[in-house]
């Protein structure tokens, strides 16, 4: 079973968004897959699930000896194979009471891990802020997607992350295999052009070549509570998710340059660099 975590500490960079569609893709694709929730905003879970259930969600598998099992808590969607582990309102609060306690920091880890025969990928959709919710995917990731907003403030953002990453990765003593996927990329700003030159000059390390461009058939796609493979599968910010899912599942290399501007059909047929 393999656990990724989409995350950054900044929010509105496209962490839900590119949970969702790597699970959509990954179940697509005829892998079990379930997404966990752990923001409490709770955007992918009101973007895949009915607003209410008798489920209590991901914050209960915090709840020490009490706790349920994470394949008791587990919701289906409309996609077979795709599983959410809903975000309630519990986690903010939870967030708060972890805080003062020390040796929570492996608990999502140790109870996702019962998982291992029923999925074949988790993926984490983490909350914008550093606190234990966090702490815990991290520590509990053997890969982390990072989204980058191609905007400004934004490096600041990835700055601070890559700390946070350093400091688990210390603490943990291994590497943490980590992928900086730029998002949100308008080619016709000169905001994007110029964050997208200083990513890759300044934080080379684990960008992944490719950029996501905005499209807004992604936002309608979560307003209208469906998966982009399914609502708008030949978009183009889709065609360039399927070679970032392509790329982690080493189906090709991962620094292998992608052309974002390109027709789907020929960024298939043909990868170009960059310029
Ligand atoms: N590639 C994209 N093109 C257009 N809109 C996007 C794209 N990625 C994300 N969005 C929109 O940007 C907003 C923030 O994205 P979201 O995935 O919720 O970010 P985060 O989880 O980091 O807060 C949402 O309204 C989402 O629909
Ligand atoms: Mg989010």
């Given at each position: 079973?393999?656990?990724?975590?989409?995350?950054?500490?900044?929010?509105g960079?496209?962490k839900?968004?590119t949970?969702?569609?790597l699970?959509?893709?990954?179940?697509?694709r005829?892998?079990?897959?379930?997404?966990?929730?752990?923001?409490?905003?709770?955007?992918?879970s009101?973007w895949l699930l009915s607003?209410?259930?008798p489920?209590?969600?991901v914050?209960?598998?915090?709840?020490g000896?009490?706790a349920?099992?994470?394949a008791?808590?587990?919701?289906?969607?409309a996609?077979?194979g795709?599983?959410?582990?809903?975000?309630?309102?519990?986690?903010?609060?939870l967030?708060?009471?972890?805080?003062?306690?020390?040796?929570?920091?492996?608990?999502?880890?140790?109870?996702?891990?019962?998982?291992?025969?029923?999925?074949?990928?988790?993926?984490?959709?983490?909350?914008?802020?550093?606190?234990?919710?966090?702490?815990?995917?991290?520590?509990?990731a053997?890969?982390v997607?990072?989204?980058?907003?191609?905007?400004?403030?934004?490096?600041e953002g990835?700055?601070?992350?890559?700390?946070?990453?350093?400091?688990?990765a210390?603490?943990?003593g291994?590497?943490?295999?980590?992928?900086v996927?730029?998002?949100?990329y308008d080619?016709?700003?000169?905001?994007?052009?110029?964050?997208l030159?200083?990513?890759?000059?300044?934080?080379?390390?684990?960008l992944?070549?490719?950029?996501?461009p905005?499209d807004?058939?992604?936002?309608?796609?979560?307003?209208?509570?469906?998966?982009?493979?399914?609502?708008?599968?030949r978009?183009?910010?889709?065609?360039?998710?399927?070679?970032?899912?392509?790329?982690?599942?080493?189906?090709?290399?991962r620094?292998?340059?992608v052309?974002?501007?390109?027709?789907?059909?020929?960024?298939?047929?043909?990868?170009?660099a960059?310029?």
């Open positions: 079973m393999k656990l990724w975590a989409v995350a950054n500490q900044k929010g960079v496209g839900t968004t949970a969702v569609i699970a959509g893709l990954l179940a697509e005829g892998r079990r897959v379930v997404l966990v929730d752990l923001d409490p905003h709770a955007s992918a009101a607003a209410s259930s489920r209590e969600g914050a209960a598998l915090f709840g000896a009490d349920p099992a994470a008791d808590l587990l919701e289906s969607t996609q077979p795709l599983e959410v582990l809903r975000a309630t309102p519990a986690l903010a609060a967030e708060r009471r972890l805080a003062t306690q020390p040796g929570m920091g492996r608990v999502l880890g140790e109870a996702l891990g019962v998982l291992h025969s029923r999925a074949d990928h988790l993926i984490l959709d983490c909350p914008p802020t550093l606190g234990l919710l966090l702490v815990n995917a991290l520590a509990a053997e890969r997607i990072v989204p980058v907003q191609t905007e400004p403030l934004a490096l990835l700055r601070r992350m890559q700390e946070t990453l350093e400091m688990i210390r603490s943990q291994r590497e943490i295999d980590s992928w996927v730029p998002t949100l080619q016709r700003t000169r905001a994007s052009r110029e964050v030159g200083r990513l890759r000059s300044e934080f080379p390390a684990g992944w070549p490719g950029v996501i905005v807004t058939r992604l936002r309608d796609a979560s307003l209208a509570g469906e998966l982009p493979s399914r609502f708008c599968p978009s183009r910010a889709l065609g360039v998710y399927r070679l970032l899912v392509e790329a982690l599942l080493g189906e090709r290399p620094d292998e340059a052309a974002w501007d390109t027709p789907l059909d020929e960024v298939r047929a043909e990868e170009v960059i310029a």
